[in-house]
């Protein structure tokens, strides 16, 4: 038997402010744009999608990144907006993005109060480096204090991205040891384990750092070992996370089978699944 699963790298989001160049690489050959829309439009279709991929839960990452990607300030609001009720089961994420907030502080308290359960940093597509509270961005500090004092975890994209304007310079994880360093108290999620070009520097900092974790979405769990040979080593600290509907990434239930047939034990793979995530995001 197995333990409810929880997603936690899952991009719902409103493709509404999506810039056209993002968008024609998100269609691109793709045919299950009509179940993606459905979802987006009614969080109901949504959860009846996840009962069928057999995900009891779903972070939805959701940022400030309004150059790039197209999405303004509002994207947090609607996050909050779209799980609201459904918390049990459709966790907010939200990101915000210094170059574009003049109350960072404010503005991380009002979405903590709000109900956000993580915050994002996407550095290629906010244009901000995990440890810019240091130089270009000290307001970036504020995001930090916020979620160490509220026990919110923050997650940073690491590695590359591929969209038109995403400069990956942002995703370098050694960028993140200071904030582990600096933020000892906070819960980090290292997403993608810096793939493809970062995974030793990733998997450096999740052995030094106890409250770092890795997200293993955009991951082809086939590679996961040949990238991580160690990663029994922080067993307690690896979340199951697909990073769907990205471009190139297969349905949920199809990773989720991927990763269930990794060669591990089951009581480790159940770990990544299920109970971490749990423990990560406990239920309010
Ligand atoms: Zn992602």
């Known amino acids: 038997m197995h333990g409810p699963v929880t997603d936690v790298h899952v991009h719902v989001q409103p493709w509404e402010m999506i810039r056209p160049a993002v968008m024609a690489a998100m269609r691109r050959g793709r045919d299950d744009l009509a179940e993606i829309e459905r979802c987006f439009a009614d969080p109901g279709a949504l959860l009846a999608h996840m009962d069928r991929q057999g995900v009891e839960r779903m972070v939805l990452i959701n940022y400030e990144s309004p150059d790039v990607m197209g999405f303004s300030t509002e994207t947090n609001d609607w996050v909050l907006r779209y799980t609201k009720g459904r918390e049990a089961?459709?966790?907010?994420?939200?990101?915000?993005?210094?170059?574009?907030?003049?109350?960072?502080?404010?503005?991380?308290?009002?979405?903590?109060?709000?109900?956000?359960?993580?915050?994002?940093?996407?550095?290629?597509?906010?244009?901000?480096?995990?440890?810019?509270?240091?130089?270009?961005?000290?307001?970036l500090r504020a995001v930090y204090e916020v979620a160490s004092a509220r026990r919110i975890p923050v997650m940073f994209h690491t590695g590359s991205s591929i969209f038109k304007g995403a400069r990956t310079k942002h995703g370098d994880p050694l960028q993140v040891e200071d904030v582990g360093i600096d933020f000892s108290d906070l819960d980090v999620i290292i997403a993608h384990g810096g793939r493809p070009f970062w995974t030793e520097q990733a998997f450096f900092l999740l052995r030094r750092f106890p409250r770092f974790h890795l997200d293993l979405s955009g991951i082809p769990p086939a590679r996961m070992l040949e990238w991580f040979p160690k990663l029994e080593e922080i067993a307690d600290r690896v979340l199951f996370g697909t990073d769907w509907p990205s471009p190139g990434v297969p349905a949920i239930a199809k990773n989720l089978a991927a990763v269930r047939a990794m060669p591990l034990p089951a009581d480790v793979l159940e770990r990544f699944t299920s109970g971490n995530a749990l423990r990560l995001f406990p239920s309010r």
């Open 89 to 139: 089961r459709l966790l907010p994420c939200v990101g915000i993005n210094p170059r574009f907030e003049s109350d960072v502080r404010g503005r991380a308290e009002r979405l903590a109060d709000g109900g956000a359960r993580l915050f994002k940093v996407h550095g290629p597509h906010m244009l901000v480096s995990p440890n810019d509270y240091l130089g270009a961005w000290p307001d």
